[in-house]
């Protein structure tokens, strides 16, 4: 999980994960989602997350521990807005 340069501005950052169905289904509905660091170390799932949401995930990377993350509504209207998320 790398932050390039260009990403530094951003709002939203693009993170891999590789969460389940229902794990999405949640993230979708604003329900808070507990991810295992194996499923933080990347996957195929783009998400759209915010700065400090990233940090907390590579803390729960690092620690081999996973960490929990929730999408505010403003997030889950970007996720929909760019179709990366599964619909509620």
């Known amino acids: 999980m790398c932050i390039t340069k260009s990403e530094f501005h ?3 950052l693009s993170i891999n994960l590789n969460a389940t169905k229902e794990q999405f ?3 979708a509905k ?3 989602v507990r991810l ?3 499923q933080i170390s990347g996957g195929k799932h783009h998400v759209y997350l915010t700065r ?3 940090n907390r995930l590579k ?3 690092e620690n081999q521990r996973g960490a929990s993350i929730k999408l505010s ?3 889950i209207k970007h996720h929909t807005l760019h ?3 599964i619909r509620k």
């Open 10 to 12: 951003r709002k939203y």
């Open 25 to 27: 289904h949640n993230l």
């Open 30 to 32: 604003g329900k808070s």
């Open 36 to 38: 295992t660091h194996h």
């Open 52 to 54: 400090t949401q990233v």
């Open 59 to 61: 803390k729960g990377l």
């Open 73 to 75: 509504q403003v997030q």
């Open 83 to 85: 179709e990366r998320i």
